[in-house]
Every structure is written in C-alpha cells, then in structure tokens.
C-alpha cells in the first residue's frame, strides 16, 4: 500500500451521519414500535419489522429530507476526515437514491466535511468494485468482495455487522475514524 496512491473509499450513512437513529424515531412514530439501535442485529433488518426494503428505503429518503437533524457519528468529524486526508484521496462512496443527493450534499458541507470526490452508486455491495485500497464502511456486504479482491476494509462498528467475525489480514474493525487513520498509518509503515 503506497501512501502517495493511495485511495480510500469513505462510507456515508452509518460511518459519517448517524442515519438509522433518526430512521428509528421515524420507524417508531409511524409503526407505535420501540425498536432501539441495539436492536439492529443484521443488515436487513428491516425484514423483521414485516416491511418491504422500498418501505425502508421510503423512511430512509424522509431521514435525509430532514438532514438538519441527522447527527455525525463522532465529535470533530471534519477534522479527523481531514486527518485521513493526509495520508490519501479520501472520496465519500455512498448507495443511496438519487433524490436526496442534494441533502447529502448539504449535510457534508454543515459538517464540514472535506473530501475529494463523491461517488454515487446503486448498490453497497458494488463498492468492492471500485478501485480502491481502503474502505471505510459499515456494510457487513463488503467483507467478501474485499476479500476476494484483496481490498483493506475497515469495518466501522455497528450492530447490524457485529455478526462478522472474519478479522485477517484484509478485515478490521474499527470504532472510530481516529483509529482508522492509526490502523491505514501502521499499515503504511509496514
């Protein structure tokens, strides 16, 4: 991994906006559930709450029509994105529908958030595709296509992808972006 090439892929919701809170409260108004975080044990989750993944998707696009109050995931976000900076390109890659495109957007700048490009694509189990060497993301979707194509994935912490328990040489978690940026410059070293 060469530091002046080096590429990472910065996930959105879930690594930057701590999108699924605000999906919850929604969820919970809408439905008279008390489903809590911790209760988001799989990637799909949405399939035992008996709706369809347009409906999450549909709750999904109301949470980011509402980003003023969609929360970053850490304090100091922009400063430690900025700190990952220094040691590569860092482009925000995120699946998400084209229509909230504009809050995103809006949201990144609020926060501040440095970054060189941004990547949209349809799927999250189509960002192993992309070519880089770094990834920083949440989804549990990414494990394979990493491994098979050799790609470093930094697997943020969450309870949808604590199930994974493959940790090698290509797969770590991580709990916050001050320790991706210690674990890509150890990685550097070697």
């Given at each position: ?5 080096l ?11 701590d ?15 008390k489903?809590e ?5 799989e ?6 709450l ?5 409906e ?20 100091n976000l922009s400063?430690k ?9 860092v ?9 909230v ?5 809006l ?7 440095p970054f060189?490009?941004i990547?949209w ?12 060497e770094v ?9 394979d ?11 943020y ?7 994974i328990v493959?940790e090698g ?10 320790e991706?940026?210690?674990?890509i410059k150890?990685?550097l070293?070697r």
């Amino acid at each position: 991994m060469s530091q002046a090439l080096l590429r990472i892929s910065l996930d959105v919701d879930g690594v930057l906006a701590d999108t699924m809170r605000l999906w919850i409260r929604l969820w919970n108004r809408r439905s008279g559930q008390k489903l809590e975080y911790e209760d988001l044990v799989e990637w799909d989750f949405w399939r035992r709450l008996g709706i369809t993944g347009e409906e999450f998707m549909e709750l999904m696009k109301m949470a980011w029509r509402m980003w003023r109050m969609l929360p970053p995931t850490e304090p100091n976000l922009s400063e430690k994105v900025a700190r990952l900076r220094t040691i590569g390109k860092v482009d925000v890659v995120t699946a998400r529908p084209r229509d909230v495109e504009k809050y995103t957007l809006l949201w990144l700048e609020v926060h501040r958030i440095p970054f060189d490009d941004i990547i949209w694509i349809r799927s999250s189990g189509m960002k192993a595709r992309l070519d880089y060497e770094v990834f920083i993301d949440d989804s549990p979707l990414l494990v394979d296509g990493c491994t098979l194509r050799t790609r470093f994935l930094l697997l943020y912490d969450r309870p949808w992808n604590r199930n994974i328990v493959y940790e090698g040489g290509l797969i770590k978690r991580i709990r916050s972006l001050d320790e991706a940026y210690q674990v890509i410059k150890e990685r550097l070293a070697r």
